[in-house]
Each structure stands twice: as C-alpha cells, then as structure tokens.
C-alpha cells in the first residue's frame, strides 16, 4: 500500500480524502492541519498539527499538499519536500517556472520527488495540450471552460454594496467551440469564447439596476464578456445552485493535408471540482510513489509521468484490457 | 533530426509521410517497398526494396512498419526490430500480448526499442481508457466509434451478389454516449451503442430488395444493429462519400461520492484515418528515438510514453507555454 498524507483539510483536502478511498493500493494515513487537530471532522484520516509532521517521515510516502497557489503553496512546497515525496496543485501560471525551480531545489538535495500542477488544469488539460499539438503539429489549440461556476467571479459579485450572495457560471459559446473543432478561422477573444451567467441574491431594498450595472462593467471580470444578470432569492440559490460543478475543454484542431482536418478534444464534466481534483492529485501521487521507488528525485510535472505509473494496473494487465 | 523510414506505402505509409512533413525534428529518408521501387511515386521520399533494408543501419533511427495486422506485421516486426528501432500500429487484438512478446524478445536481443499498436485505437483512445480509470477508480468506461466508414463492412457489402459498389458508416447512438457521460445505467450492447448506415450502387436490373435483406441480415457484420440502406448512384457515390473520416469517443464516467458524477471524454473527429493514424506514428517514433537513445530495449506501448517524449518541445518550454 501507499501511503498517503493530505496537507491541508479545505475542499481540496477534503476530496482527495474522498478519491484516496475509492482506491485499492492506496490508503490515507493521516491528515495536517494548521487548526486544532481535535476540531477536525475528516471522513476517517487520523489528524495531526502541521507542526508535528516530521515525526511522520518513514510512516508516509507521498505528501499531497493541498492548499492554496496564492498563499501557501509556494512556501510550504520545499519545506514539505525536504521531508516527503510531494503533490500540489499549483496553478499560478506565471510563477510556474520559480515554483518548479524551487522544489527541484529542495527535493534534489532531499532526495526527494516533488510533482507540481496536477489537477486538471493545470493538470490534464495541460497534457492534452501537449498531446494535441504533438499528433497534429500544424493547427491550433483552443482551451474553453465551463460550464462551471467561478468562485473568483462569484466572490467579485458578492463584494458589490447590495449584494447578499452570488453565483457566476462561465459558460462556453457553442458557435466558437464548433468553429474551433472544424478548424475553421474563428477569432478568439474573451467574448468570443466565453459568457458569463450570475445568480444574484440583492439585499432588501438593494438597488437591482445599479448593482447589474456594476456587475456588467466591471474590468477584467464581466466587461469583456457577454454577462447576464438573474436576480433569484437566498432559497434559490440554495436550492438551484449549490453544487461546486465545473469542466471545460481542450481542443486542437489541425490540418493533415490541404483540406483536410482532424480534431481531438478533451471534455471534463464535473459534478464536484474539488473531489475531481483530488482524485487527479491522487493518480499523480501513484506514479510518485512509484517512480521514487526507481530513484527519480527533483521536481516534474505530470508531462512527465507515463500512463503506466498513473494506472494501478500492472503493464500486462493494461496490454491485455486496455490496448 | 530524427531519420524515420517508413516500410510500406500503402494509405498508412503515405498519411505517415505526409505527417513527416509537419514536423521540423524528424525528416523521411526512406520508404520500402515490396513493389518495384521505381514504379512508387511518394511525396518526395527516396524509394528502396524492403530486401535493401539492412543497407540503411545507421542511416536511419526508427522504421516505421506501416504494413497490416493480419499479413504483414507480425512478421515483419521481430525482422525490422533486429536492426532497427520500430513503431507499428498493430491492432488484432486478442494477438497482442503474442506480438508484444515476440517484439521485445528480437529488440532487446538486437539492442532495439520497438513500440507496438500507435494510432489511435488501439492508440490514442487506450492511453484515454487508461487515463480515465486512473483518475476515476469507481465508475465504468465506453468507446464509441464513428461517425465514420468502416472499409470492413463496406467490403461484405461489395461482395454482394448485385453490388457494384458501397460504402458504410458506423454511427454512435447520441441517446446511449448521454446516457453513459451521465453515468446513467444504460445497456452497451451492439444496437444500443452504434448504428449502421449503408450506400450502395446496385448493379442495372439488381433485386435492390433482396440486397437490402442480406445486409440487414448478414451476422456479425450487420444483423446486430440498426442498419439503414440507401442506394445510390455511382455518381452520387463518387461525389458524396469519397472520403474516409472515421472517429469515435472514449467515455469514463465515475463517482466521487454518492450522487456526485464526474465525466472524461476524448473524442476525435478524423478527416482521413490513415492521415491521422500516421500522425500518431510519427509523435510514437519521437518517443522511441528519445527513450532509444536512453539506452531502453525491448518492446514497448503508448502507456509506457510521458508527453514530454512525445513532443518536440523541451520540458522547460512545456511547463512555461503548456501547463
């Protein structure tokens, strides 16, 4: 078995917890917190202080750290990393490379494996990208999200005077997926490729217009979307829109001969994108396991990994029922 | 640059050449042929008989052995994989743990790397299964194939008494691929999951109604499924179905947790197989040259290869543009 340990108990936590369950070679040993470790409620995982996880080395072999890209990611990553084989989610996309460099780093003169930017996008998105572009060398790759709610949107909306709770769904434009698959010239611009759709519950007495006003202009968020605004009440929010769904895809398009063109796309629908999440920092956390084994260190990235370390599955099995 | 060869010129051999021109790291310095090498008109390719193929070690990095499943490959490959590294796209099923077998014995005994059944199924849509299960444990897997002509069932199709010619294609059933991305319980049986829709050209003074019968009939090929017959002139013929797309889709559908559905779907839409399916070869030969020249041995498949071999980018440039 392998054993796993989730740094951080927040969503993402949470759903790796959940996939590690749905697992048969892989079993969570126990769980970081920076709160009281009494005070947390896990699904089975025995908790413990973040301060006390040295004791654990030797007891686990792939840490997942599970908090955010923005705040603690980019410490904690080579601090954890110098202990543990490691998985994270990083996904602030210019620092990439200082994050990559920095856990290479560390783990190198651990000893160590540290995978970065698994998820699904980054994650399996970005190795469709690759993929995409590597069976078809000439055409383009367009990446759409949705549909799927934005919690970054959702929060910008929750913070206009007024507004006592929101929901913002980015949602593809379908003509401009189409065009895309059949490699047609199709400009792509944030309008073009997608709208967004918010769920708004006002404050009593708000002022409805103004707050669509200032949804509907606001920079970078909204104005350079095509944006609709659905006044709804706190009981149907809840009861219409309570889900954390998400997806989106990848597709290339390319040209083989004069005329003729092939597509590829990769489709995600995700009831929940967290425990979807998880479920891809745990796959990854597999082929960590198994490529530390072989004496791998430093830092990689899912680009990285074969479908053969991700797959409990032996070479074998996977020739025979899977090829 | 990487010196691929490609052995045999048939649609395959030619969509592989025609891939060669898209790259700017690989380049085609050979094609063999069992045919008179100068009765071959290649799109530029330098033309030499199969029985000259040993002239070409160190002249050449990877062969790429375009010849059939049933007649040629199985053959072929241990010869090829003695003096050279190989990719084929090997695709009798039930004889690939045989052809594997066989192909790691000749390659490592040879100091050869030879990669199996590319394309794209098996191919691109095996890795996809694989993926798919990785990331979803709990949950079930389904390919669909088409819209696309199947030159299989257009062949029985010809071989009726009355037919002068026809075309096939297999068709999804939209209802069924739903059903199963929404992880809803649906039957997958051959009628349930594809359609057949047939255009024929029936000979002057043929029983149109009796050729109708026997392909609706015919076990195997058609008797299990819905099958439609239109027929059609040899004009209509040329003019309408001249083509050879094909595609299909592979569907993984899992639960996170209870009610929580999450769906992975690889589809692709091909303006020609042969094109696309060369395509593949030539990103698989890219991957064998680099793990080749690693020092690996033996037989190996798609599963066993990172994005990162398969693209002509550096690993730096794939995390910075990529991820």
Redesign the interface.
Same mark, same amino acid.
């Given at each position: 078995m392998i054993r796993v340990a989730i740094n951080g108990y927040g969503n993402l936590g949470r759903?790796a917890e959940?996939?590690l369950s749905?697992?048969?070679d892989m079993e969570c040993v126990a769980v970081f917190t920076r709160r009281d470790p009494g005070s947390l409620v896990t699904q089975g995982a025995p908790v413990a202080h973040v301060s006390d996880m040295a004791d654990y080395v030797g007891k686990v072999d792939v840490v997942l750290n599970c908090g955010g890209s923005a705040s603690d990611l980019g410490t904690q990553g080579p601090q954890v990393a110098r202990m543990f084989d490691t998985v994270d989610s990083f996904d602030t996309?210019a620092k990439?490379?200082e994050h990559?460099a920095a856990l290479d780093a560390a783990a190198k003169e651990a000893g160590t494996l540290a995978l970065i =930017?698994a998820g699904w996008d980054?994650g +399996?998105f *970005?190795?469709?990208?690759?993929?995409g572009?590597?069976?078809?060398?000439?055409g383009s790759t367009a990446t759409f999200w949705g549909p799927g709610v934005s919690q970054g949107h959702s929060d910008a909306i929750r913070r206009i005077d007024g507004v006592a709770d929101a929901k913002q769904y980015t949602v593809p434009v379908e003509e401009t997926v189409q065009a895309v698959?059949e490699g047609r010239d199709v400009e792509l611009t944030p309008r073009t490729m997608h709208k967004r759709v918010c769920y708004v519950v006002a404050e009593e007495g708000a002022d409805q217009a103004e707050i669509e006003r200032q949804i509907v202009t606001m920079p970078n968020y909204f104005a350079d979307y095509d944006t609709t605004v659905n006044f709804v009440s706190a009981g149907e929010l809840a009861r219409d829109h309570a889900g954390i769904p998400h997806?989106g895809q990848v597709i290339r398009a390319g040209q083989?001969?004069e005329g003729?063109?092939? =597509?590829?796309?990769?489709?995600?629908? +995700?009831? *929940?994108n967290p425990?979807?999440t998880?479920?891809?920092l745990v796959?990854a956390a597999?082929a960590v396991a198994r490529k530390s084994a072989r004496g791998e260190t430093g830092a990689i990235?899912?680009?990285?990994?074969?479908?053969?370390d991700?797959?409990?599955?032996s070479?074998?099995e996977?020739?025979?029922n899977?090829?």
């Amino acid at each position: 078995m392998i054993r796993v340990a989730i740094n951080g108990y927040g969503n993402l936590g949470r759903g790796a917890e959940i996939a590690l369950s749905h697992t048969t070679d892989m079993e969570c040993v126990a769980v970081f917190t920076r709160r009281d470790p009494g005070s947390l409620v896990t699904q089975g995982a025995p908790v413990a202080h973040v301060s006390d996880m040295a004791d654990y080395v030797g007891k686990v072999d792939v840490v997942l750290n599970c908090g955010g890209s923005a705040s603690d990611l980019g410490t904690q990553g080579p601090q954890v990393a110098r202990m543990f084989d490691t998985v994270d989610s990083f996904d602030t996309h210019a620092k990439i490379p200082e994050h990559f460099a920095a856990l290479d780093a560390a783990a190198k003169e651990a000893g160590t494996l540290a995978l970065i =930017s698994a998820g699904w996008d980054p994650g +399996l998105f *970005s190795m469709l990208r690759v993929l995409g572009e590597s069976v078809l060398p000439t055409g383009s790759t367009a990446t759409f999200w949705g549909p799927g709610v934005s919690q970054g949107h959702s929060d910008a909306i929750r913070r206009i005077d007024g507004v006592a709770d929101a929901k913002q769904y980015t949602v593809p434009v379908e003509e401009t997926v189409q065009a895309v698959k059949e490699g047609r010239d199709v400009e792509l611009t944030p309008r073009t490729m997608h709208k967004r759709v918010c769920y708004v519950v006002a404050e009593e007495g708000a002022d409805q217009a103004e707050i669509e006003r200032q949804i509907v202009t606001m920079p970078n968020y909204f104005a350079d979307y095509d944006t609709t605004v659905n006044f709804v009440s706190a009981g149907e929010l809840a009861r219409d829109h309570a889900g954390i769904p998400h997806g989106g895809q990848v597709i290339r398009a390319g040209q083989t001969s004069e005329g003729t063109t092939s =597509s590829v796309t990769f489709q995600l629908d +995700l009831g *929940s994108n967290p425990e979807f999440t998880g479920s891809v920092l745990v796959a990854a956390a597999r082929a960590v396991a198994r490529k530390s084994a072989r004496g791998e260190t430093g830092a990689i990235t899912l680009f990285d990994v074969s479908l053969t370390d991700l797959s409990p599955h032996s070479a074998e099995e996977l020739r025979k029922n899977y090829l």
